[in-house]
């Protein structure tokens, strides 16, 4: 079998507009929380946003066989632990349990969507476009979930953040993109060796990944012309 059929073996098959519907729902998590938290419906809508994000990621990799199996669950344990942390009748204890749970779930989806975008042959078209934006922003909101669990766990991890235990997501996804984009404004820092060595793997992690997407891209754009 050639390196061709072989990238084609190994490449997914995702539903029609499933990259463009995960995009979507990503997109609307990130712009529309911080607003409907500012007129006070935070927990609601971001209840409800990572709800439509979970369906969406779960339609995007439907074609995964065992592993579609393992996101599905690891989604319906986030939701669920999700739903109980914003219940008034329960207190902090399934807050942590459900970031792990969320950690795992969009690092496996970003891991997913990444492994066909490297195995794709062809045209560079907007869905896979769309794809790999949504690795870059499901990495960025994962180390989001991460450091506020940190956060959580050792309230002192962390440098400008002034919220309390079941705080708001905005701030560490502010700072998680900021870390994963090394632009480094320093109004929020780490300060304990556990959040500071995510920081700089989450900094890591976005340069390696920017390079080595921008060459499959240009790659695969180049090698168009003699496919046809």
């Given amino acids: 079998m050639s390196n061709s059929n072989q990238a084609n073996a190994q490449a997914l098959n995702p539903p029609t507009h499933g990259y463009t519907v995960l995009f979507a729902a990503l997109m609307a998590l990130w712009i529309l929380a911080p607003f409907a938290r500012a007129a006070g419906l935070g927990d609601a809508v971001e209840l409800v946003l ?8 779960g339609y ?5 066989g065992k592993r579609f199996k393992v996101i599905v669950t690891l989604g319906i344990i986030m939701g669920l632990l999700i739903w109980i942390n914003f219940s008034p009748w329960f207190d902090i204890y399934p807050f942590v349990p459900a970031k792990i749970a969320g950690i795992a779930f969009f690092l496996l989806v970003a891991y997913e969507l990444l492994v066909d975008i490297l195995a794709k042959q062809g045209r560079v078209d907007m869905s896979l476009i769309y794809g790999a934006l949504s690795v870059y922003l499901l990495i960025g909101i994962a180390f989001a979930w991460l450091y506020e669990a ?4 050792d309230p002192g991890a962390f440098k400008g953040i002034e919220i309390n235990p079941l705080g708001e997501l905005d701030e560490f996804q502010y700072f998680s993109f900021v870390t ?4 480094g404004y320093g109004d929020i820092s780490p300060t304990s060796r556990i959040a500071g060595s995510f920081a700089t793997l ?6 390696v990944y920017l390079t ?3 060459a499959r891209l240009v790659g695969m754009q180049i090698s168009q012309p003699s496919q046809e």
Avoid at 150 to 153: F, P, R
Avoid at 180 to 183: A, M, R
Avoid at 202 to 207: H, K, S, V
């Fill in 202 to 207: 989450e900094a890591i992690i976005g340069q």
């Fill in 60 to 64: 995007a990799t439907s074609d995964q």
């Fill in 212 to 214: 080595v997407l921008v």
């Fill in 150 to 153: 940190i956060y959580v766990i």
């Fill in 180 to 183: 994963l984009t090394t632009l």
């Fill in 50 to 57: 990572l709800t439509i994000l979970m369906l969406a990621a």
